[in-house]
C-alpha cells in the first residue's frame, strides 16, 4: 500500500478543521496523520512524533492547542499522529493498542508485520522524504511522575532535546524497534515521557516543550539549554514474579510477597541509600523478583538485600517509574534502576 492510503495529510490547518476541543479533532482524524506547518526558515524542518500509544494524549493535547493559537514556528514543522486507530476506540484516548494488534512503537523495524508495521513504515519514509535536522516522540508514563526523555545516544544534541522538556535524560543500549532508534539515521531523535497520561502537568508540561521546540532558531546546541540535564545509563528493571502478590500498606498484612509503602512514587528520580528500607518481603524471600540489565543479565545481589524482612537497596541507588498501581507493577514493572551516580547496576 502507497503511504497516501496509510497516512491522511493536513497542511497548515486552519482552526476551523480543528474542532474546538482536542476530543472533536480527533473525531475528525480518521488515519494516522500527517501535519506540515510551513516555518519562517522554509529550508529547514523539524519533527514531532506523539499518540503512537493511543492512551497517551499530552502530545495531542498540546499540538492540538499550539495549531488553534495559529503560532508561526522557526522552521518547518512536520507533526506524525501515529496511533489514530486505537485512540479513537470508545471511551476515547483509553487503548494504548488495538485489541488484535501491536504495539507501535515496537513497529520501527523490519520486517514492519502487519498494519502497525505498515504504518510505521510509511512514518519512516515521511521522516525520510522531510529530512528533519531532529525529532521528538511524544509520550505518557502510566503511572504519575516527574517527566524525563529517553534516546539511544547520549551527546550535546540529545541533551539538548532533552533540556526542551526536562532535566533527566534515560540513555540505553536496548533495541526494541522503537521510534527513538531513528538516532541511528543520524538525526538526533528524544523520547519525552510527559509524565502521567491523567496529568495536567503533563499536559502543561507537553504544550510549553513544543512552543520552546518551534519557537526557537537553535534546538541543538547546549549552551541554549534551559537547565543541566543528568544523564542515567542503561538502567536495571526490576520485575515481580506473575504468582506473586503485592500490597501498598504503612505495615504489612503478613498476607502479601511484597509490600511497599503508599507514598512509595515519591521516591521517583530520589537517591535510596543502603541503610534507607524500601519495603517488606514475604517468607518467599527475594526470588520473586528479578533484576535484568539491557544485555539480559541478571543479579539481584546488586540491587537489593534483605535484613529482618526489610528490603534496603544493596547501593545508592536511584530508582524511577516506580508505580503503586497493583497491575501495572505485575504487567510490566516495578521500577527501573541505576547507580545513585547515574552509571549502570551492572
Ligand atoms: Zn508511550
Redesign the pocket.
Known sequence: MSNANLLDYLNDPSPRTLGRSPLEWLDRLNKPTVVHVAGRDRSRTRAMATL??GN?PSGLFALHRWLLEQHTPEVNMLFLLGGVYPAKIPPALSS?QLPEGRDL?RCFKEPFEGEEGAIAKAMLAELRKTQPECLLDV??TSGTGPAFAVSITNDAAHQALTSLYTDRLIMTDLRLGALMEYSEQEVPTVTI?CGGAQDDHAHQLAYEGLVRYTSRADVLSLEKAEWNVAVLRNPIRVELAPEATIEYRLEPSGHADLTFPPDIEHRNFGIVSPDEPLGWIGKKGLGILTAISHNRTENMEQVLRVQDGQIYPAQAIKAFMITTNPVIAKSDCLFYAVKATGEPIF
Do not use: F, G, I
Open positions: 503512537l500509544h497517551e494504548r512503537n509520550h505518557n515521557e
